[in-house]
């Protein structure tokens, strides 16, 4: 507990400092990525220890204003979530010495270092909090420094209108939270988490629905998502890549702790959270497919990885609750460590969709190709994130979806919730190829083929503080995808606290990733001796270059490519009820056509749907309640005294 | 030992089958059509070819051939072929097994898009949208075996004592399954009316347009992982329907492969007598397969209890 307390003393040290040494441009990056490095490194430790060594009543609590207390507590869970916490964050830290490459920024650049590491240290309070005060405190701090970070560029417009966005999101998320925090302590009269689990049923789920409504904006549930296309493309990369790697994940912590600490007993819960997940997962890919830019593509994903996630943990409430101890074994196993893994692969993209943006001057995937010539390294540690994020083999996305799929094969076995189960393998199934199908377009639209525009065609390798981060994430990919086991002892040991875990013997678990560890170091191995072959096969043979066949047209052009939209079209097309896709083409009129134009634009269905049932009426009222903003400073004041004394009589 | 001489000779004999669907083909067409082992001589030829590579790639389009080629070859580790027991068999390994397959689909896919050719990215385009689709019936199909038999391991589908067959209990059931068990392998290895191997205009192509730009040794690894895909659905579709176990490992693998060899006549008369379906068509014939197996599912309720 010490140990990691320092650590967060010292991240916080890492973010303070730039503050009087900005002057210095090239000091202060360094020293604030050394510190913030010691600083998670020692909390790295700490977490890891702490997994492998468990100590008992890991509490520590001072008290704050008199009547409240801020208790933190290292448990299994908390520890877990502090991995990717201090293993993204320095990484994204150091990632930034390249990517802040404006030294007449420097005083901006300060501000937004130390807004990083107060959001590090309160994303890392927040997973030990051990009561809600502390929960929320840490949460708001969360939201509210998160914010700062996204409108770092807060003089273009765009970026200052997802910024209130992302504001209005997270204050709302807040207000539900707090909704849930206020019926339970109703019901137990205490801040504090120990009698959580002494409520009576009904007021359990509505706490537990409040609580998810709350959370579910912040990771990013469908359709609370819509503030993440928004606030990911105007964010640095950096800190988009921490946002949506790591910090969404929180709202992730806050559904599993409430449910542990709420332990409720009907299905319900795990069949809201299959619902959520399904939908996320499947809509969240498809508008990621629909859209353009590579940093909204991103965000969507994000979505989509958030249903997976709520999948796995679906099967989890579900398990436990029909007495299923595999199903809720593998479903809480699966979910977790699929958190873990996303944040490694979708930093990496959001690093690699920096350094593109960066050098390229644009993040529009039609703008674009032939990146993987110009800038290798990013090129290839992106195709590497691209192949993780689609869940395949031998990455680590697959090991996660691998076991989702086998906690919900055996909650078939159950008659009773034969249904869920089953549309769970067929979603994941479905998202599994959407996400495929999205990747390959990013990748090949992107990164092969021809450059579309100068830009892209002047693009060069990014910094080396840059590449160094983003092969790290690439080589944890495959080492977690090769070699799983480590990571799901881990795991098992989180899911273990569970009491119906306990009944699933850690031998299945070991078994199974042994198994996919044998599949995944044999498809390496047989690829390497093809490979050999087919060096031996090429070996003195005529190697031509030549121009790619065009099927006889020998005037091609690079606009002739296969573009993002239109690669995408026809799937999107097949969703067509959930995603409104708005073409506007002029058509061809004339014998010999002149010049035409098509466009297309893609608006998410939760946004306007959002817009016309919520913020239009909200306007309406609010439009009608005008007159009490008259601007007499003395009756704002009579509004004040008024207010105090209905309140001191209403005591 | 044994498994590994079936899966040997299933890497050596899938060459050949495809003969027999030139051979039905040409048989409905009243020609004589090619030798039966044209296939084997195709391989040959490019293997001992160069290659021309467009200016437009990168190393992504070299590595694609040699992956899908490696998950197909891969994907036939976990089949029980003739009878032995799989080379490799686990619980679990039908999700890995599919997953190899979908790894090789991305990876031929963006060898397609690294050509920069309109053509290609086009056949990438349906590539995925259709096998995205396919994919659902694919995994429905796992969720009935396992309602069935309990296992999540393709040789324990048709091992063991309650093994899946069209001739068991649950038979009439299974008679779904396999319809559109093989739409999905008439889907996956891009046969009539979903594409069409042998057609003339790269506009209406979905596979073959992908490698049009693949030429010698890669184009050979390309064939022979086609060759192995299709083997595997067919070895798929076989061993729900063998009848018999033959106690003479010979019998039982003549069997085997006789029966394997019929469903290759029965893709050579499907692609003689239907014509391909239009492209917007298509999504129809693949969920016409999912509600199929959808259905078959929920008949399991029922059957299992």
Request: net charge positive.
């Amino acid at each position: 507990m010490d140990t990691y307390l320092f650590s967060l003393v010292v991240i916080l040290v890492g973010g303070i400092l730039p503050l009087f040494t900005y002057k210095k441009f090239t000091v202060m990056k360094a020293a604030c990525v050394i510190i913030t490095a010691i600083g998670s490194f020692t909390g790295l430790y700490a977490a890891l220890s702490f997994l492998i060594h468990p100590v008992e009543n890991a509490v520590i609590s001072w008290p704050w204003l008199h009547h409240f207390e801020i208790a933190l507590q290292m448990d299994a869970m908390a520890a877990f979530f502090l991995i990717p916490i201090f293993f993204i964050c320095p990484l994204a830290t150091l990632y930034s010495f390249h990517y802040m490459h404006h030294e007449k920024q420097s005083g901006k650049t300060a501000i937004s270092y130390f807004f990083s590491a107060v959001l590090f240290v309160s994303m890392a309070l927040l997973t030990t909090a051990n009561n809600m005060l502390t929960f929320a405190l840490a949460w708001e701090i969360m939201s509210l420094s998160s914010f700062f970070l996204v409108v770092f560029d807060f003089r273009n417009k765009e970026t200052r209108k997802a910024g209130y966005l992302y504001f209005i999101f997270a204050q709302a998320g807040a207000l539900f939270l707090f909704a849930a925090f206020a019926v339970i302590y109703s019901q137990t009269g205490t801040l504090s988490f120990d009698s959580i689990s002494a409520m009576p049923e009904n007021m359990k789920l509505i706490a537990f629905v409040l609580a998810f409504m709350g959370l579910g904006s912040k990771a990013g549930v469908f359709p609370l998502h819509i503030w993440l296309p928004h606030a990911h493309p105007a964010a640095p990369s950096p800190v988009s890549a921490v946002m949506s790697g790591v910090m969404i994940k929180m709202g992730i912590f806050g559904i599993i702790r409430f449910y542990m600490l709420l332990a409720p007993a009907g299905e319900i819960y795990g069949q809201i959270i299959l619902v959520a997940g399904m939908i996320s997962g499947i809509l969240g890919v498809v508008y990621a497919l629909g859209v353009h830019d590579i940093k909204r593509l991103l965000a969507y994903s994000s979505v989509e990885n958030i249903g997976i996630i709520l999948l796995g943990l679906g099967l989890g409430m579900l398990g436990v609750a029909t007495g299923n101890s595999t199903m809720a074994a593998f479903g809480f196993a699966g979910g977790l460590l699929h958190v873990f893994n996303h944040s490694i692969f979708k930093s990496l993209l959001f690093m690699g969709a920096g350094s593109v943006i960066h050098k390229a001057g644009t993040g529009k995937i039609n703008e674009l190709g032939g990146l993987m010539k110009t800038m290798p390294v990013t090129g290839k540690t992106f195709l590497v994130g691209a192949v993780s994020i689609s869940g395949l083999p031998p990455f680590n996305g697959f090991v996660s979806e691998f076991l989702i799929y086998y906690g919900a094969f055996y909650g078939l076995a159950h008659g009773s919730s034969f249904l869920l189960p089953m549309l769970t393998i067929i979603s994941l199934a479905v998202i599994g190829g959407l996400a495929a199908s999205c990747f390959t377009k990013l990748v090949g639209v992107a990164f092969l083929g021809e450059p579309r525009t100068e830009n892209a065609a002047k693009a060069s390798e990014c910094g080396i503080a840059m590449r160094i981060s983003m092969v790290v994430l690439a080589l944890s990919c495959i080492v977690v995808g090769v070699f799983p086991e480590p990571f799901v002892h881990i795991v098992f040991r989180v899911v273990s606290g569970l009491p119906i875990a306990a009944t699933v013997s850690p031998t299945v678990f070991i078994d199974l990733v042994r198994n996919i560890s044998l599949v995944a170091v044999l498809f390496l191995g047989i690829l390497g001796i093809t490979m050999l072959l087919r060096k031996g096969l090429y070996s003195g043979k005529p190697m031509a270059k030549g121009p790619t066949w065009g099927c006889g047209f020998t005037q091609p052009t690079v606009r002739m490519q296969y573009t993002g939209t239109s690669y995408a079209m026809s799937i999107v097309g097949f969703f067509r009820p959930f995603i409104h896709s708005e073409n506007v083409y002029s058509g061809i009129q004339k014998i010999f056509p002149g010049k035409t134009t098509y466009k297309t634009k893609v608006s998410d269905r939760a946004e306007s749907a959002i817009l016309e049932t919520v913020v239009k009426p909200v306007f309406w009222v609010l439009d009608k309640l005008r007159w009490i903003q008259h601007g007499e400073i003395q009756l704002y004041i009579a509004y004040i005294v008024l207010a105090i004394v209905i309140l001191l009589l209403a005591q | 030992m044994e498994s590994i001489i079936a899966y040997g000779i299933a890497l050596l004999a899938a060459p050949l089958f495809p003969g027999f669907i030139l051979k039905v083909k040409a048989f409905f067409a009243g020609k004589k059509g090619p030798p039966l082992l044209i296939k084997y001589y195709t391989v040959l030829k490019l293997f001992r070819k160069g290659s021309v590579y467009s200016t437009s790639t990168s190393f992504v389009f070299r590595m694609g051939p040699t992956v899908s080629f490696v998950t197909a070859a891969m994907a036939l580790l976990f089949v029980p072929i003739a009878g032995a027991s799989p080379v490799l068999s686990f619980h679990g390994d039908v999700i890995v097994l599919f997953y190899l397959f979908g790894l090789g689909r991305f990876f031929t896919v963006i060898a397609a898009l690294d050509t920069a050719s309109p053509f290609e990215g086009m056949g990438a385009a349906r590539e995925v949208y259709f096998a995205t689709l396919a994919e659902a019936t694919t995994f429905s199909i796992l969720v009935i075996f396992f309602r069935l038999n309990g296992a999540l391991s393709f040789g324990e589908f048709f091992a063991g004592t309650n093994p899946i067959t069209v001739w068991g209990g649950a038979g009439a059931l299974l008679l779904l399954v396999i319809v559109s068990l093989f739409m999905v392998l008439l889907t996956e290895n891009s046969r009539v009316p979903v594409d069409d191997p042998a057609t003339h205009l790269e506009l209406t192509m979905i596979h073959e347009v992908m490698i049009l730009d693949h030429s010698g040794p890669d184009l050979a690894l390309i064939e022979l992982g086609a060759f192995f895909k299709l083997l595997f659905y067919a070895a798929f579709i076989t061993c729900i329907v063998q009848p018999l176990q033959f106690t003479s490992p010979w019998l039982h693998a003549l069997l085997f492969f006789g029966i394997m060899g019929l469903i290759y006549v029965a893709v050579g008369i499907t692609e003689s007598i239907t014509a391909r379906l239009k492209m917007n068509l298509v999504p129809k014939f693949i969920l016409t397969s999912f509600a199929l197996v959808f259905f078959a599912a929920i008949l399991t309720t029922r059957v299992v209890s």
